[in-house]
């Protein structure tokens, strides 16, 4: 019996025992429900039939199923070659009515029946999912049906690629792991245990800010190595990819925040150093590194002032007409004035047969003080009364100013001639606690300098001699880093000359405002972010000023997750936990939330934005939860909602908006919004995160799912702006974009700096991956992450698009639509990839489920049913919903109309009623008048969108499985779809689409997956 044949008994048993409708080969037509004629359907019947779960022989196939496919319901196995019904109509894809067990439903190279006796899955290429397909563990003499036949901890999968016999248990093994970076190749290579052989990791360090790609003499990319447990040896190796000269691998000690360089051997090319630790290791020139950390003259410092008040004493005695001629000495001391500290307060005081002082008290007012110091004021006239001019400046003074450095500078070029009040003025300073710079200037001034060094002595102060009035700048430069080492203006606990000569201990000079006590205003103090250290030479005559970051703060959020510095424990580290519950599993996951990311290229797939991507796709579905923390745990959070999600992330009015709130027709769809503002060197982005829901389950959902769009009647559609797509998904994305350009607006979001993220899953995918396309297409930056995108466009230039990234698992049903033979495909580049072939151990890792469960056989076999439905080479958008019956189209393809024939014209009515709501406008019913004894006739033209608006019913719970499976009919022309998409779904396609199979497919998948 074939299966058309099938259908017509089922529904005819089911109709005599209902008393609604029956098959007739009658062909009179009547009247044809026009549209203006066409009534809603009443609410579907309850279904009066016998329990349609009824299964007499326990083999997991309803009864009405059985007969569907022939079947016995009295016989597990119909052929009885071995394998059940279900078996072989839900898993293998095999006849159940013929003794096949020749046949090797996986491809594994062994025969079903050759499986039924060793055990194996006959639909499983690799039934212990160990890596080894189930031939190759016969070849190899393994257990197939053992994930470790040897005992020794490793898999016997990976017991091949490390070249050792997974039949042979070993101690210990010796793995080799890669990593590709910036800069060239690493390779770790270490003796562990078995348990150990696959934890070993080396990736490219999270913590890149630490040991940026600017830091002085860095050769590579650091790397993170990981390991679980202790191990006995290891070496780490450096492909070099330029010159150096002193090539050397350094290991960063989190605990110190120091780098320890180890002994490295050079070959061929290659720095190698062996490793007893794993943690961050990277290669250097250490030539370059170590002389990026300047040593400076020795200093002491006893206290530190917040403010300045500095007087200059300067000799303006005739002999300064030879000493200067150029007045060099005034144009110094406008420049020290300049660089003051912003809390300075400045006097001038001139000299020669007595003093004056020029400025009648301290001033901040900088222009002035230097006005005073200029040759109108200075002319070069008379003796040197200098310990006059020192007292005239101690008036200046104010005594009650506190927390303040009392500076004066005294520059001479000859002997005092008012030396009588040397002891007097002595006392005088010493008693303010005024700290003093003797300068003398001039070659042949001997005794001058003599003079001014005793004197600095005396007060504790200290002397410069300069040959020249050219050497003053080198002289005055000193003397402001004096000022400057003994100053913290913003009173962070932070001398100013090492908010801005400060070197990292990764030899990148740090720059803060000494003006401000928390310079990246994240709402720690400088002193809580850097910690200032001392490194003194060995004579202690020069010192090194060193800064340990615990925070950058020169950044509110250094790792650039989202977490601010004040309240982030890890300010380093932007990796998270997230263990997220929904209704089908709970999975945890690892994951980086850097959104400085979003400045690099997005022509280029980022795996951290693709996990990230991936979550939010997840969590946009409710209900949904996730537990969120740090990679120390040392917080947790929890949130119920994406939002709450994005809130966490420091991401600013987090919202989501509902299409439904605005439109009433089928093609709805939820999104959800939020913005950060992220610096990076000074450019100011606005990273604006849009993530699209997939099908809620709605009727209005999936029926949109399922219209591709008639582009002959449809174009009236005013949200449908690209014909080339499909038009559920395209009227969803342009409504959306709608919504996104509002709240641009309300929340004064500058477009110029914008960088769109965009992601989604399932039909949010479909609609994500049209947002992105459209955004490149008007030149915006947009970062584009979609999982499990059915198929969006018609357009040919599709695969030009670089910013649009998609994820799809081979398993998976949904990304197969549109059919792809009907031309669709989907925007940007697309990885393919199968958990099944390669990932199933560890998605049942993942999820906590046992055992993943796909169906390609029945998939491969269901696509391709479907393709057969349109004509080959013809426009889907006219094929889907044009009539080729006789009676109301041209006759080309004429099953596509079903006969009904009802008892009354109650039942006819009653099964008019049936056919859902959605599936009314894509056909055409024509009614015929009957008698007492019958005739209550209808027919159904049913054009191909009819049967996908039917499926869109069964998927929206409009339609339950059996009126799906039997009560609605179907024509001849989709038959065999149908049927495959029966078995389909008894196959189970629910693994290979969960969000969570994407968030796992995320966190494997590299760029070079999109090649």
């Not at 100013?496 to 201990?505: G, L, P, S, V, W």
Request: glycine share 8%; hydrophobic share 35%; net charge negative.
């Amino acid at each position: 019996m074939n299966v058309s044949k099938r259908w017509i008994a089922v529904v005819a048993a089911v109709a005599l025992l209902c008393g609604t409708l029956c098959f007739s080969i009658s062909q009179r037509r009547h009247t044809a429900l026009t549209e203006n004629d066409r009534q809603e359907p009443t609410a579907p019947t309850e279904i009066t039939q016998a329990d349609t779960a009824t299964d007499e022989d326990a083999d997991g196939l309803a009864s009405y199923i059985e007969e569907l496919f022939g079947t016995a319901d009295t016989a597990e196995d119909t052929d009885g070659d071995g394998f059940s019904d279900r078996v072989e109509i839900t898993q293998l894809a095999t006849d159940p009515l013929v003794a096949d067990g020749e046949q090797d439903s996986d491809r594994d190279g062994i025969s079903n029946a050759q499986e039924l006796s060793l055990g194996t899955d006959p639909a499983k290429r690799d039934s212990d999912a160990d890596g080894l397909s189930d031939s190759e563990e016969v070849t190899l003499s393994c257990d197939p049906l053992a994930y470790d036949s040897d005992l020794d901890g490793v898999r016997d999968g990976y017991e091949a690629v490390l070249g050792t016999d997974p039949c042979v248990p070993q101690e210990s093994f010796d793995v080799t792991c890669t990593s590709e970076g910036a800069g060239g190749t690493a390779v770790v290579e270490m003796t562990v245990g078995g348990a150990q052989a696959e934890t070993l990791c080396v990736v490219p360090t999270a913590n890149d800010r630490l040991l940026p790609e600017d830091m002085p003499g860095r050769l590579s990319q650091a790397r993170d190595v990981t390991v679980d447990g202790a191990f006995e040896n290891g070496t780490v190796s450096f492909a070099l990819s330029k010159a150096a000269t002193e090539p050397t691998v350094y290991y960063f000690s989190e605990a110190t925040q120091t780098l320890e360089p180890i002994v490295t051997t050079l070959e061929n090319g290659t720095a190698t150093a062996e490793v007893s630790a794993t943690g961050t290791y990277v290669l250097l020139d250490r030539t370059v590194y170590e002389s990026a950390f300047v040593w400076e003259d020795y200093w002491g410092i006893s206290s530190v002032f917040a403010n300045v008040e500095l007087v200059l004493v300067i000799d303006d005695s005739a002999s300064m007409q030879e000493t200067d001629p150029q007045a060099e000495r005034l144009a110094v001391a406008r420049d020290l004035i300049d660089r003051l500290p912003e809390n300075s307060r400045v006097g001038v005081v001139r000299f020669s047969d007595k003093a004056t002082a020029l400025t009648e008290n301290l001033t901040d007012d900088r222009e002035a003080a230097k006005a005073c110091l200029t040759t109108e004021q200075f002319v070069g006239e008379g003796t040197t009364h200098m310990y006059e001019g020192v007292q005239t400046a101690v008036g200046l003074y104010d005594p009650f100013r506190e927390h303040t450095q009392r500076v004066m500078i005294v520059l001479s070029d000859g002997l005092p001639t008012d030396a009588v009040l040397r002891e007097a003025t002595t006392a005088l300073v010493t008693d303010m606690g005024i700290t003093t710079y003797t300068v003398a200037l001039g070659s042949d001034r001997l005794s001058a300098a003599q003079t001014l060094r005793e004197y600095a002595r005396a007060v504790g102060g200290q002397h410069y001699t300069a040959q020249t009035a050219a050497q003053l700048s080198v002289v005055y430069e000193d003397i402001h880093q004096l000022v400057d080492v003994t100053t913290d203006t913003d009173g962070d606990s932070i001398p100013d000359y090492y908010e801005t000569h400060m070197i990292a201990f990764n030899g990148v000079a740090i720059s803060l405002d000494p003006t401000k006590a928390d310079t990246d205003g994240d709402g720690l103090s400088d002193s809580e972010e850097v910690k200032v250290e001392l490194v003194y030479s060995g004579d202690g005559e020069h010192v090194l000023v060193k800064g340990t970051l615990l925070s950058d703060p020169t950044l509110s959020d250094t790792d650039g997750d989202g977490v601010p510095d004040e309240s982030d424990k890890l300010p380093y580290d932007h990796t998270f936990k997230g263990t997220m519950t929904s209704e089908y599993a709970t999975s945890t996951m690892l994951f980086d939330m850097d959104f400085t990311r979003f400045f690099e290229d997005n022509t280029v797939y980022h795996p951290e934005i693709s996990r990230v991507s991936a979550l939010f796709a997840a969590m946009a579905y409710e209900p949904s939860s996730i537990v969120l923390c740090d990679s120390s745990e040392a917080e947790k959070t929890s949130a119920e909602h994406l939002t709450d999600v994005m809130t966490y992330f420091g991401m600013q009015n987090a919202q989501s908006y509902s299409l439904s709130a605005d439109y009433t027709d089928v093609h709805l769809s939820e999104v959800i919004v939020g913005y950060r503002n992220v610096t990076v060197d000074s450019e100011i982005r606005t990273v604006l995160a849009v993530v699209v829901r997939g099908t809620n389950a709605t009727i209005e959902e999936w029926s949109s799912n399922c219209d591709i769009g008639d582009i002959l009647n449809d174009t009236e559609q005013d949200d449908w702006i690209n014909t080339d797509n499909h038009k559920g998904f395209d009227v969803a994305a342009n409504r959306i974009a709608a919504f996104v350009e509002r709240y641009i607006d309300e929340n004064n979001l500058y477009r110029d700096s914008l960088v769109y993220w965009v992601t989604g899953h399932s039909r949010g995918a479909g609609i994500a991956n049209i947002l992105g396309a459209n955004l490149e297409k008007t030149g915006a930056t947009a970062f584009t992450y979609t999982f499990a995108a059915p198929n969006t466009t018609l357009a040919s230039d599709a695969a030009s698009y670089k910013t649009v990234f998609n994820v799809v698992n081979k398993d998976d049903f949904v990304p197969c639509l549109p059919i792809a033979d009907w031309g669709y495909t989907c925007y940007g580049s697309t990885a393919k990839v199968s958990v099944r072939d390669s990932y199933e151990s560890r998605w049942e890792t993942f999820t906590g489920i046992f055992d993943y469960n796909s169906d390609g056989n029945n998939m491969d076999a269901c696509v391709t049913a479907l393709g057969g439905i349109l004509t080959a080479g013809s426009d889907p958008r006219v094929d889907c919903y044009r009539y080729t019956c006789a009676c109301h189209g041209d006759g080309s393809n004429d099953t596509i109309t079903i006969r009904n024939t009802g008892m009354s014209e109650s039942s006819r009515d009653k099964a008019i009623a049936k056919i859902p709501a959605n599936a009314r406008p894509v056909c055409i019913i024509t009614t015929y008048e009957g008698g007492w004894i019958g005739g209550w006739d209808f027919e159904v033209c049913q054009s191909p969108g009819y049967f996908m608006q039917l499926l869109a019913a069964f998927m929206g719970k409009e339609i339950n499985e059996y009126r799906f499976a039997v009560e609605l009919n179907i024509a001849d022309r989709y038959e065999n779809a149908k049927t495959a998409l029966i078995a389909v779904g008894l196959s189970g396609v629910e693994h290979p689409h969960y969000a969570e199979t994407y968030c796992m497919l995320a966190d494997v998948l590299t760029a070079e997956a999109f090649e």
